[in-house]
């Protein structure tokens, strides 16, 4: 492994290990908390500052033990830092970049993870007119419908993928100081273009998201609204377990993500129109075709 200038061993576990003096978490909600909890288990940081808005949720982190101290500023959050790990809504990010521009140490490695990746990169380069080669654009492919610290876990991320997206310049130094970390709370991680990203995961999870909001709204909106969710059973429940995500989140990811995301849910929306045919003429036929395909499928896939 790359050791990151400024970045010391240390051997409190009988092994040799990474130690980052300080790490600055910029929202510390499900995700950025849960990936702390598992950095802070592995031992590999010595203090972990936290930035947030809401007093109440940052005092429960430090509660909780997942940061050492807090503050609402991110510029301030930031100083001295080894690693900054920007955890916000999509929607945040290029405002908390320019405010933390003026005090980053150009040795200070920067990480995000949002789930769109294009959008990022953009706010990036909004700020700084071009992609700093210590930033390294990260999504790990977990979580929750919940949101906030007290839902972190430290196990969130084991066994789960963790997509790096390093731009052709990126520092090999910060990319695999990023990879080591995620791999300390148990990913698998992988890495991809961001293009190709976005546009894999506008299908794999936009898609299902907005599919399930779209879907419970539509029934919360029909009179008898009471009764379709007082017998909804396993299926409703499984289909629309997501439906409860944070909404702001989830907006911000279709507005971040909005070019990948069109062409997939007009694709949707025409193979509805397609069932929608089969269901209206009995077309048995059609409709087992299709049934039993996706069957396969995710037996193959998920199952
Ligand atoms: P979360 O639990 O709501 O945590 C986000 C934190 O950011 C909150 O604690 C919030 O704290 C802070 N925050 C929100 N808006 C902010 C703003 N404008 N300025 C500064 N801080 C702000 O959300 P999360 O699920 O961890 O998601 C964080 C990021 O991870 C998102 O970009 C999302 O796309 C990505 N992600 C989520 C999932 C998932 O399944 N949840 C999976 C993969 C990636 P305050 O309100 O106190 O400021």
């Known amino acids: 492994m790359i050791i990151p200038p400024g970045h ?3 051997s409190s576990r009988g092994a040799a290990q990474l130690s980052l003096k300080k790490i600055s978490l910029i929202g510390v909600g499900l995700i950025g908390g849960s990936w702390m909890r598992a950095i802070r288990q592995a031992n590999e940081c010595q203090t972990i500052m936290g930035c947030g808005r809401q007093l ?26 080894d690693l900054v790990v920007l955890a916000v809504p999509l929607g945040a990010i290029e405002n908390i970049v320019r405010k933390i521009k003026p005090v980053l140490s150009s040795k200070t490695i920067i990480t995000d993870v949002g789930s769109a990746k294009g959008s990022v990169v953009d706010a990036v380069k909004n700020v700084y007119g071009f992609v700093p080669t210590n930033f390294v654009p990260g999504h790990p492919i977990a979580g929750t419908e919940q949101s906030g610290v007290e839902a972190s876990f430290v196990t ?6 963790v997509i790096l997206t390093p731009l ?27 293009k190709h990203h976005d546009s894999v995961l506008a299908a794999t999870s ?7 909001y779209t879907l419970v709204d539509m029934l919360a909106h029909m009179e008898s609204n009471s009764e379709i969710f007082k017998y909804a059973a396993g299926g409703f429940r499984d289909f629309t377990r997501i439906a409860s995500s944070d909404p702001t989140m989830w907006h911000d990811i279709c507005l971040a993500n909005d070019k990948a995301l069109l062409p997939i849910l007009e694709q949707y929306i025409e193979q509805l129109q397609i069932i929608k ?26 199952g």
């Open 8 to 10: 010391e061993f240390h």
């Open 156 to 161: 969130l991320f084991n066994n789960r993928r």
């Open 168 to 194: 052709e310049d990126t520092s090999e130094q910060a990319l695999n100081l990023v990879k080591h970390l995620w791999q300390v709370a148990g990913a698998d991680v992988i890495e991809m273009e961001v």
């Open 277 to 302: 045919e089969a269901v209206s003429n009995n077309d048995s036929e059609s409709m087992m075709k299709v049934f039993q395909h996706a069957k396969e499928s995710r037996d193959k896939f998920v």
């Open 206 to 212: 936009h898609l299902p998201h907005l599919l399930a």
């Open 56 to 81: 109440e949720n940052l005092e429960k982190a430090k509660q909780l033990g997942v940061i050492d101290d807090f503050t609402h500023d991110p510029a301030e959050a930031v100083e001295q830092a």
